[in-house]
Structures are given as C-alpha cells and as structure tokens.
C-alpha cells in the first residue's frame, strides 16, 4: 500500500551547521509533497512543498529536493538554529485518493 | 489574521462516551481536514470538508464523523470511544480542495480513560 517513511529517525547536528533530512515515499502516482515542522505542543507547521515536475524549491534557509526516479525526498536546512528542533515529516498526496499520507517524522535536535 | 482554531485544547472522556471537536479555519479557507496523531500509528488522515461536503475520508471505523458547517468551521464526532482514541486531534484548513498549504491548529487531546 502506500507509505511514507524516513531513513533517519533521530538527527542531531550542531548549530550553524546545515541539517538534511531524508525520506522515501512509495508511490509513484504522488504530484505533491509537502514538509512539515511540528514543536512541542503545537500542531505542525507547514514548511514547503514541490510538485512532482519540479527537482528542487528554495525558501527561506530550506530547500526541498525530489528524486522522482528513487522516490526520495529531501529537506536541507541551512544555517541550522536553535529554533529549528522540531520533529519534521515529509507527506505526500497523490495517485487515486489525493489524500495527505505522512511519513513517521524526524526528531532533529540541534546542539548549541 | 486568526489562525485555525481547535476547541477544546484539552479533554477527558470516559470509555463509551462521545465527542465532538471543533475547529474554526482561517477566515476565507474552504477545506478542513481532520487528522488523528498518535506516537504509535503517527498522522493519520480522518477525513476532508469543503462546502459541506465530505470529499475525502481515511481509514477509520465509523464511529468517527464529521460535518462542514455553511460558514466553513467543522466539527467532528467520535462516538463510542475507546481507549485506543486517545490521541491529538488535528483540524488544517486550506483555500482549496486538496491539501495545498494547509494550515494546521495546534490540536484537541483528547484522553480516554
């Protein structure tokens, strides 16, 4: 069936340095993906998302990366802060349901 | 403006019982989609409103129901409940149908005990 899961589940990097999250999803049908912050206590954030005819989109300090042909999305944080310790999942949406699958999430932990 | 808002943020409710949650979206948002979070089976998708109508719907039993109301805020019930409910409750809205740049409330825990 369809699933969404990352390689790394726990990521811990220092600060300044550049954060990239990792996560492969399964369907091939899936045009949308979406990246998403969540905080302690609070409901998830989104962060950016790409569509599946696009490579690569840039934000603010983050930029999403999609490998259609491995089916494997990525989320790059540059200058990593403090503030920036979330859990983080990637989701997509797609194929025949169009509803919003979530992968299991990415604690990132920066040290200061 | 107002972000989403879900009511109420905290809950405790008896095996049996029903609920109701609620979430007002942000003003001019159309679709409300509803998730259910726990550390177990992570997010899942509930289902999705736009103009009261329920145009997406998860994998849960139905004992779970929601509804859109004509001003866009929804509400969504559980019935019956179950230990296994205990979990975070997500609304997100969203201008459109789909899930383009939904915003999401900070979500009802509900506690069933």
């Known amino acids: 069936g369809e699933n969404v899961g990352l390689h790394l589940p726990t990521l811990s990097v220092q600060e300044g340095d550049n954060s990239i999250i990792n996560c492969a999803y399964s369907?091939?049908?899936?045009?949308?993906f979406i990246w998403y912050k969540q905080e302690s206590g609070k409901g998830p954030q989104f962060i950016i998302d790409i569509r599946s005819n696009m490579d690569k989109r840039q934000g603010q300090r983050v930029t999403v990366l999609l490998n259609k042909t491995v089916k494997h999305l990525s989320l790059q944080i540059a200058a990593t802060q403090p503030g920036d310790s979330a859990v983080y999942f990637c989701a997509e949406v797609g194929g025949a349901t169009n509803k919003l699958i979530f992968g299991t999430g990415t604690l990132l932990a920066v040290q200061p | 403006k107002a972000g989403v808002t879900q009511t109420p943020r905290y809950l405790i409710k008896t095996r049996g019982q029903q609920v109701t949650l609620s979430c007002s979206p942000i003003s001019g948002h159309r679709s409300v989609s509803w998730y259910q979070q726990t550390p177990g089976q992570g997010l899942q998708f509930l289902f999705e409103y736009f103009s009261e109508t329920q145009r997406n719907k998860g994998n849960f039993p139905g004992r779970f129901s929601g509804r859109q109301f004509s001003n866009s805020r929804s509400e969504m019930n559980v019935s019956t409940l179950e230990l296994g409910d205990s979990a975070l409750y997500l609304c997100a809205s969203s201008w459109g149908v789909g899930h383009t740049e939904a915003f999401f409330g900070q979500g009802t825990r509900l506690t069933v005990v």
């Open positions: 369907n091939s049908a899936s045009d949308y």
